[in-house]
Nanobody
Framework: QVQLVESGGGLVQAGGSLRLSCAASGIIFRINSMGWYRQAPGKQRELVAVITRGGTTNYADFLKGRFTISRDNAKNTVYLQMNSLKPEDTAVYYC?????????WGQGTQVTVSS
C-alpha cells in the first residue's frame, strides 16, 4: 500500500519558518522527481518546488529564494524548508511523487501564516 505521510504544517506568524516533510513508502516503481504543490482557498493548485532524483531543483517564481527543497533518496523523503513566510503563503501543501509509471499525491498539510 502506497503512503505519502506529510508533516510539519501548522500556524506561524509572518516572518517565521516551517519545515515540511513527506515520507513515501510502498512505492515499487522508480521515483524520479518529488515535489510540493499548494492550494489556497478559491485558487488552483500551483507548483511550489520540485527536485529530481539527481538533485536538480525548480522553484516557483513567486518564492524569490525563501523556500528550499531537498530530498533523501535512501528514505524516499522530500523536505521543504520555508523561511520568511507571508500571509499569502497560507494554503494546503501537497506532496507529489512522480515515478516511471504514475504519480502519487499526499493528503495535504495545512500551513497558516498570520499577519
Amino acid at each position: 500500500q502506497v503512503q505519502l505521510v506529510e508533516s510539519g504544517g501548522g500556524l506561524v506568524q509572518a516572518g517565521g519558518s516551517l519545515r515540511l516533510s513527506c515520507a513515501a513508502s510502498g512505492i515499487i516503481f522508480r521515483i524520479n522527481s518529488m515535489g510540493w504543490y499548494r492550494q489556497a482557498p478559491g485558487k488552483q493548485r500551483e507548483l511550489v518546488a520540485v527536485i529530481t532524483r539527481g538533485g536538480t531543483t525548480n522553484y516557483a517564481d513567486f518564492l524569490k529564494g525563501r523556500f528550499t527543497i531537498s530530498r533523501d533518496n535512501a528514505k524516499n523523503t522530500v523536505y521543504l524548508q520555508m523561511n520568511s513566510l507571508k500571509p499569502e503563503d497560507t494554503a494546503v501543501y501537497y506532496c507529489n511523487v512522480v515515478t516511471t509509471v504514475r504519480d502519487y499525491w499526499g493528503q495535504g498539510t495545512q500551513v497558516t501564516v498570520s499577519s
